[in-house]
């Protein structure tokens, strides 16, 4: 009943304030799954990190959510377009009206080839340019996380994105990637993580050198 409710809130806040709905929900869903990645990255610590005093980094999960604030209506508006471009539902031939699996695998390819290497760009850019870093050291990151990070991308979003533009009403569409995308936060959060670190660990070198 509750979930109800919460469904029928949403919706009506989508349809009076559509990208101010999509950047709210889509930041806090952001912000979850960096609570959930500082956890995990907890219980992982090896023992001997547990002599140092663990704390959260509340900054580092308002980071997130302020990404996923800004991409919420970024994500809101290629979903329009994709509906607008892209439709999976002839409206003449034999079969008006069907969803066309070639019109679906076209929406999933456009999405992947164009979208996904844009937000993954923008993830790295926003998050070294909120965390402090230099123009070199975001270039750095760019080196060593992009690669790595599209591929593990396009392993995993396709299917996810196939059952979305397939199953889910446009409304629901960017709450449904995001609720997925919580596990897609662990994994760049991690990951970010450790990039985090082992650039403090070469500044603290250069430091000594210095």
């Known amino acids: ?22 950047a709210f929900t889509n930041g ?50 290629w979903n329009f377009f994709l509906e607008r471009h892209f439709p999976l539902r002839s409206l003449g031939g034999n079969n008006p009206g069907k969803v066309s699996l070639r019109a679906l695998a076209r929406r999933v390819g456009a999405d992947q080839l164009f979208m996904a290497p844009i937000g993954l760009a923008l993830f790295i850019g926003s998050m070294g340019v909120m965390e402090g870093r230099d123009p070199k050291h975001i270039g750095e990151r760019y080196k060593d996380l992009y690669k790595p990070a599209l591929i593990a991308n396009w392993q995993v979003w396709p299917l996810a994105q196939l059952i979305n533009f397939r199953y ?43």
């Not at 109800?4 to 809130?9: D, K, N, P």
């Not at 912000?31 to 992982?44: H, I, K, W, Y």
């Open 28 to 77: 806090a869903l952001n912000a979850l799954g960096d609570v959930v990645a500082q956890f995990t990255q907890r219980v992982e610590d090896k023992p001997e990190d547990h002599r140092r005093q663990w704390h959260y980094d509340v900054p580092r999960t308002l980071r997130f959510f302020a990404f996923g604030f800004g991409m919420g209506p970024l994500i809101g508006r």
């Open 1 to 22: 009943m509750a979930n109800v409710a919460l469904a029928r809130v949403y919706q009506q806040s989508f349809e009076s304030h559509p990208y101010t709905t999509l």
């Open 168 to 210: 889910m009403p446009l409304p629901y569409r960017v709450p449904f990637q995001s609720t997925c995308g919580v596990f897609w936060t662990l994994y760049l959060s991690l990951l970010n993580a450790k990039e985090d670190e082992i650039q403090d660990r070469k500044e603290a070198m250069e430091r000594m050198v210095k």
